[in-house]
Nanobody, 125 residues
Framework: QVQLVESGGGLVQAGGSLRLSCAASGRTVSSYTMGWFRQAPGKEREFVAAIVWSGDITYYADFVKGRFTITRDNAKNTVFLQMNSLKPDDTAVYYC??????????????????WGQGTQVTVSS
């Protein structure tokens, strides 16, 4: 089993930055594709970003391209989401997720086997 724990959320003003971390335990996730999803109040959870096991291929939702960067440190079993130029619309609970790399699409949350509890990000205007 894999346990994922997110941290780094908080309250920030529009235009500010936050760095989310997702620490994995239980087993190594170095062979997993890792992703970030978010869920805003009253909305469905949506894809934000993903990174393959090697770290050399990344995927982003259009609404975060150029502002967010996903990276990973396999030696530390940790994935990061650097969020810059934050907007009030980015307010949501952010979830880290892991999927077996050969299964399904990085964009589809149902294809992820492991999920963290989420961390709240609030962007004030």
């Amino acid at each position: 089993q894999v346990q994922l724990v997110e941290s780094g959320g908080g309250l920030v003003q529009a235009g500010g930055s936050l760095r989310l971390s997702c620490a994995a335990s239980g087993r190594t996730v170095s062979s997993y594709t890792m992703g970030w999803f978010r869920q805003a109040p009253g909305k469905e959870r949506e894809f934000v970003a993903a990174i393959v096991w090697s770290g050399d291929i990344t995927y982003y939702a259009d609404f975060v391209k150029g502002r967010f960067t996903i990276t990973r440190d396999n030696a530390k079993n940790t994935v990061f989401l650097q969020m810059n130029s934050l907007k009030p619309d980015d307010t949501a609970v952010y979830y880290c997720a892991g999927k077996i790399r050969s299964i399904g699409s990085v964009y589809v949350q149902a294809h992820y086997a492991y999920w963290g509890q989420g961390t709240q990000v609030t962007v004030s205007s």
